[in-house]
């Protein structure tokens, strides 16, 4: 039997099917399933609320803008909103054998921190749930991680503590954070740079660091 190769024309064919296919699933049906199935795992995990606009992925640049993300919790209660979030994947994660990310960009990230009257965080259920009842490994690495670029801006922190009364509650902002080259790969370095205040307590509150790190994982 004698076997033949396809033609160019077929090849050429065959590789536009392909990219067209590849090209579709991104714009149109990844971001789609992106939405529902984190909507749906957090609500079927936790008992928690998560929304979101329908994400945006560019598959040439490998870049994903996800807008008016809110988690709230089941009595609906927020603990966390964000305006916009920007991620882009770096090609080189395949050949690094890591996630390398060229940029990370989060805007107008608002936190919600309250320790209940029993001493516990709004947050324990939340993180209770996700990590259910797996033992926790002793030998676990931090993931290749490579972030080369990650900026928060504009967040605030709502932060209370019920256990007197009254309450105790304050709110932190804006916080900007910016760092470069982050990363758990051996002998890498990174800089950082964090500011934050406190309106109701400026000269208190207010907070500058700018150094850098060398990495220790």
């Known amino acids: 039997m004698t076997f033949r190769l396809p033609s160019r024309k077929t090849l050429v064919l065959i590789v536009a099917g392909i990219t067209i296919t590849y090209l579709l699933l991104s714009w149109l049906v990844l971001p789609r399933i992106l939405k529902s199935q984190a909507e749906k795992f957090i609500l079927e995990k936790t008992g928690h609320h998560l929304t979101m606009e329908l994400p945006v992925f560019n598959p040439f640049t490998l870049r994903l803008h996800l807008s008016g993300l809110r988690l709230t919790q089941p009595d609906g209660v927020p603990l966390l909103a964000l305006r916009e979030l920007v991620v882009q994947v ?36 939340l993180m209770d749930a996700l990590k259910g009842n797996e033992p926790a490994k002793s030998d676990a690495r931090a993931p290749r991680l490579d972030i080369q670029h990650f900026i928060l801006s504009d967040a605030k922190l709502d932060f209370s503590d019920q256990r007197s009364s009254p309450a105790f509650a304050t709110r932190i902002e804006p916080v900007n954070l910016e760092l470069t080259d982050i990363s758990t790969l051996p002998d890498d370095n990174g800089r950082y740079k964090v500011s934050a205040t406190c309106p109701s307590h400026p000269s208190s509150c207010r907070l500058f660091l700018a150094s850098s790190w060398a990495s220790s994982f």
């Open 90 to 125: 770096s090609g080189t994660s395949i050949f690094r054998h890591a996630f390398v990310f060229n940029d990370i960009r989060l805007d107008g990230l608002a936190t919600t921190v309250a320790v209940l009257p029993q001493g516990q965080l709004n947050w324990s259920a």
